[in-house]
């Protein structure tokens, strides 16, 4: 039933993403190209996309967070720490980086592969080629690492 459940929410997360334009990447970077406000071919629909997934975000945690558990899983997996550190910075500064050369982000690349998407497929095996080299950095010993938890969400 779990798989069914996470089945249903994925293809309406995909389906979010297709309606908003996100799985587009020249969609994507005609927002991330601010030297177009000037020549007026910037878009800015996406802003509206990101003001309504923050709003949705913003009521519905308050809301969801005040249940005992979520409906489908026995706890919440919500990121307790507060520090900031070398990871923090440089992991969303690559992701960052790669959202605005690739115009894709994780979601959208996944939902793109669904029409054949060559620069999706691409994307996705850099991405996957990216998420092992991370681990692989993780790994390597360094006198300053502290150990991070099992899961990512978990403190």
Not at 101 to 111: D, H, K
């Amino acid at each position: 039933m779990t798989i069914l459940i996470q089945f249903a929410i994925g293809l309406l997360f995909g389906l979010g993403l297709i309606v908003s334009g996100m799985s587009n990447p020249a969609k994507v970077l005609n927002f991330l190209d601010l030297a177009g406000v000037a020549s007026g071919t910037w878009d800015a629909s996406l802003a509206f996309v990101m003001a309504g997934a923050v709003a949705v975000t913003f009521v519905g945690f308050r809301h969801i967070l005040k249940l005992a558990h979520p409906l489908f899983t026995q706890r919440f997996y919500v990121p307790t720490r507060s520090d900031i550190d070398r990871k923090i910075i440089v992991g969303p500064a690559i992701f960052g980086i790669g959202w605005g050369l690739a115009g894709f982000c994780p979601g959208p690349a996944l939902t793109a592969l669904g029409f054949g998407s060559t620069s999706a497929f691409i994307f996705v095996i850099a991405m996957c080629a990216g998420m092992v080299l991370a681990r692989v950095i993780a790994q390597l010993p360094s006198s300053t690492r502290v150990a991070a938890p099992a899961h990512p969400l978990e403190s």
